[in-house]
Structures are given as structure tokens and as C-alpha cells.
């Protein structure tokens, strides 16, 4: 089973300044196959990035993702005021899918 | 524009078993990976298993391993979760999520069931 950590645990941050959410993973993620997640309370999980580093339909320019291997990172520019959420990040390269345990994106 | 549809609440005993159905509109079914995850109160998602109707051989995580089952009708293009020997730990929200097609071969989960509670309770 490849594990997934996320770091930070939470990050509190102002609406307008960037945040930066990383993923490691225990071992190789296969053909970069990593989604991040944006969940809101009472809400199922929506897809934001596919592939590492691919915005799903419909996600804003402002959400951006990089990395490969091991070391996947989520940026969002700016924040807006409905970006304070949780995001998990996901491989699905293994035949075993795992998720990382999620970083809370809040209101400072 | 594709749908998940899934059934309502449901309150079991330990012990027992329940059955979730995730009905899926306005896109293919049978080529299409259905997967399940739940998510505990207050906890993150954990992904259970899945499976690709037209394969029919379902991957399931190995914690689940005995106690889960997920199968797929194809002809009302809907998938069914059951887990048995049920405890308190197993109260969560089960979803539903529509991965890729067998030809992309990209499993992210890019459509959402609008989830299910389930509650085991004596």
C-alpha cells in the first residue's frame, strides 16, 4: 500500500495570499497518477487536478499542481473566500487507491 | 451531464449487513471504473474498493478484504456496495465516485455520489 502524507496539517491563511499544500508519497506514484481533492463541510469531495498536474473540467486558473515521483504540490494564487476547505490528495497508480490524510485550508 | 445518484440513509445493527446503490445517468456505465469511499465522522476519506462493470473482477483494499462486496447491473446502470459483520467503526458517509474510462486508463475520481449515511447502532 503506498501511503500518502500531507503536509501542512492545516494552514491558515487571508483571503488573496497563495497557499502552498504538498503530498509525499511512500513510493513512486506510476504514470503521475495523483488527483487533489477540494472537500467542504457537508459536501462530497469535488475533483480539482488529475494527472498531477491536469485541471478537471470546470476548476479555476488559480488552482495550479506540480510534481511527479514522490513530491506532488497543490498551489492555489490567490485565495477567494470559498477556497477555505480541505484538500486531500489521492494516487490511484496502485491497484490499492489511497488518500492522504487532508490539509485544512482556513481563515486566518 | 453524468449523475450518481445514491440511496438514502440507513441505520444497522452490528453484526449485520448493509447494501448501498449508486445509480448512474447521462454517461456511459459499463466501461467506466465505479468506485466507493467512506469517510467517518470528523476523519478523511478512505477509499474501499472498485471495479469496471465490463470486467467484472472488482479491486477491493485489503482492509476490507472478506466483508466487502461490489458488484454492478449493467442493465440500470447501477452499482451496489455491501459490507457485512458491521460495527460502530463502520458508521461513516459512503460515496460513491466515477473514475475514468478503461481506455483513458485515468482512474481519478472525477464524479461524486451525493453520499450515504450509514449509522451502526445497538
Known amino acids: 500500500e503506498i501511503v500518502l502524507t500531507q503536509s501542512p496539517g492545516t494552514l491558515s491563511l487571508s483571503p488573496g495570499e497563495r497557499a502552498t499544500l504538498s503530498c509525499r508519497a511512500t513510493?513512486?506514484?506510476?504514470?503521475?497518477?495523483l488527483a487533489w481533492y477540494q472537500q467542504k463541510p457537508g459536501q462530497a469531495p469535488r475533483l480539482l487536478i488529475h494527472?498531477?498536474?491536469n485541471r478537471a473540467t470546470g476548476i479555476p486558473d488559480r488552482f495550479s499542481a506540480s510534481g511527479s515521483g514522490t513530491d506532488f504540490t497543490l498551489t492555489i494564487s490567490r485565495l477567494e473566500p470559498e477556497d477555505f476547505a480541505v484538500y486531500y490528495c489521492?494516487?490511484?497508480?496502485?491497484?490499492?487507491?489511497?488518500f492522504g490524510p487532508g490539509t485544512k485550508v482556513d481563515i486566518k | 451531464q453524468v449523475q450518481l445518484v445514491q440511496s438514502g440513509a440507513d441505520v444497522k445493527k452490528p453484526g449485520s449487513s448493509v447494501k448501498v446503490s449508486c445509480k448512474t445517468s447521462g454517461g456511459a456505465f459499463s466501461t467506466y471504473a465505479i468506485n466507493w469511499v467512506r469517510q467517518a465522522p470528523g476523519q478523511g476519506l478512505e477509499w474501499m474498493g472498485g471495479?469496471?462493470?465490463?470486467?467484472?473482477?472488482?479491486d477491493y483494499a485489503q482492509k476490507f478484504q472478506g466483508r466487502l462486496t461490489i458488484i454492478a447491473d449493467e442493465s440500470t446502470s447501477t452499482a451496489f456496495m455491501e459490507l457485512n459483520s458491521l460495527t460502530s467503526e463502520d458508521t461513516a458517509v459512503y460515496y460513491c465516485a466515477r473514475g475514468g474510462s478503461r481506455y483513458s486508463g485515468n482512474y481519478a475520481l472525477f464524479q461524486w455520489g451525493q453520499g450515504t449515511l450509514v449509522t451502526v447502532s445497538s
Open positions: 489521492q494516487q490511484y497508480g496502485d491497484s490499492e487507491f489511497t
Open positions: 494527472r498531477a498536474s
Open positions: 471495479l469496471i462493470p465490463i470486467f467484472e473482477k472488482p
Open positions: 513510493e513512486t506514484i506510476s504514470s503521475d497518477s
